[in-house]
């Protein structure tokens, strides 16, 4: 049996990750075990950390954070028939959802349980570092955009045909966004976009018709100019006050009036673990409270409809094999979809995972930092 080494968080809200020696686990049906080689990382990762009291209050201590896994099988659960022993696969290991709440099957550890329907096989010239960019991003732009309780989009082909019907996808240049634009346009819509002028090129070249300033004052009306006579499908609202200006769009263009967002009201960003927690929290949580009210008036009152995702939802419904298993292999392997955004190699090893999330509270642009293992 395989030794496990993982990067605990030894208790809810621990100040401290630590890397220590794990149970290895063997996959039950419909589970492979990976052997990890690359991990991302997300802000959710870090949000875990100190607000996972109040994010995921169900987590059983001490935990194994981490979603983005590419790597290695080395076990096989039964029934399942899509691997083989050895091949090199990437996966969203969703240990940290609370249908799983299961430490073994977070990234951040040599060995990883996998759900068989929640990887995928990895084209051979792309290294692990490239393939653990993509699942937690891609698995929260499918659920927004696929699932029946969301927008509610066409599922992605191989030779998507254009619909003549336009997705708003706020915040392109994040890792979500990055993978909802190429999601949208593999469906068959056409996606207007924003991101900081310095990345209009490269959300272009994901698949994005038309990009906007997120930044800029006169964003809203510019957005809802370009989509006057056009029908809409809806808009992904990623980053903070992106949901307050998708509502404000929507609100003013014709066709489907549904905001699917990846970020809440307000930010947990400056909320440590340890000390002076609570004087950073509340003013957080009232910020929280009263944005999503402001919100929900204002949604209320252009006639839009709004609904939190939750990145890991597909495991449980039909987005998942529509992703993991009809769509990424032979997209990826044909070139269509690419890994974006590009990996930024933070170090070798466990421990570099805590300076890839410090360094990733910092802010990064239109790439997602890696740890190679
Ligand atoms: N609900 C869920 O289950 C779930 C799952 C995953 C992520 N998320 C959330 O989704 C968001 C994105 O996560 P990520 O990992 O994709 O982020 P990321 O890649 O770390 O995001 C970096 C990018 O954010 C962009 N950005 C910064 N502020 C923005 C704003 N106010 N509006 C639009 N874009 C902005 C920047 O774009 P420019 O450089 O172009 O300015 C930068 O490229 C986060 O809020 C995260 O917490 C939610």
């Known amino acids: 049996m395989p030794n496990n080494t993982a990067l605990w968080l030894p208790a809810k809200r621990a100040t401290a990750l630590k890397v220590g020696p ?3 686990t063997a996959p039950k049906a419909g589970e492979i075990v990976v052997r990890v080689h690359a991990v991302a990382v997300n802000p959710m990762d870090r949000l875990m950390q100190t607000v996972g009291d109040l ?3 169900y987590l059983a201590y001490p935990f194994v954070l981490g979603s983005d896994v590419a790597g290695e099988v080395v076990e096989i659960g039964e029934g399942v028939t899509r691997f083989r022993l050895g091949e090199r696969v990437l996966g969203h290991a969703v240990g940290s959802d609370k249908a799983r709440n299961h430490a073994a099957e977070g990234a951040f550890q040599t060995h990883a349980v996998l759900l068989a ?4 096989p990895m084209p ?3 290294p692990f570092e490239a393939a653990a960019v993509l699942p937690l991003a891609l698995s929260t732009a499918a659920c927004g955009l696929f699932q029946q309780d969301q927008l509610a989009l066409d599922p992605p082909s191989l030779a998507p045909r254009r619909n003549g019907k336009w997705v ?14 190429q999601l949208a346009v593999a469906a068959g819509y056409q996606v207007v976009a924003t991101a900081s002028p310095a990345n209009f090129d490269y959300v272009k070249s994901l698949g994005a018709s038309l990009v906007f300033d997120y930044r800029s004052n006169s964003v809203v009306a510019d957005i809802v100019a370009a989509l006057r006579g056009h029908e809409v499908a809806g808009a992904l609202a990623i980053g903070l006050g ?26 947990f960003d400056a909320v440590p673990a340890g000390q002076g927690r609570i004087w950073r929290l509340a003013p957080v949580l009232m910020r929280m409270v009263a944005g999503s009210i402001s919100l929900a008036l204002k949604a209320q009152r252009r006639g839009v409809r709004t609904a939190m995702i939750w990145g890991s939802s597909l495991l449980g419904n039909e987005v998942g094999p529509m992703i993991y298993e009809a769509f990424l292999p032979e997209a990826l392997a044909s070139g269509r979809y690419v890994a974006a955004p590009a990996p930024l190699v ?18 990064v642009s239109a790439c997602k930092l890696v740890v190679t293992l």
Request: charged share 10%; aromatic share 4%.
């Open 242 to 267: 992106s949901a307050t200006a998708s509502v404000a769009i929507l609100g003013q263009c014709q066709g489907k009036r549904f905001v699917a967002m990846a970020t809440p009201p307000a930010s």
């Open 124 to 126: 051979e010239d792309m």
């Open 55 to 57: 994010i995921t209050p």
């Open 22 to 24: 794990a149970p290895y």
């Open 346 to 363: 933070v170090g070798h090893g466990l421990t570099h995972i805590v300076q890839a999330l410090e360094r990733q509270r910092r802010g």
């Open 168 to 181: 708003l996808i706020w915040g392109a240049s994040t890792s979500v966004g990055c993978n909802a634009v």
């Open 117 to 120: 329907h929640m990887a995928a």
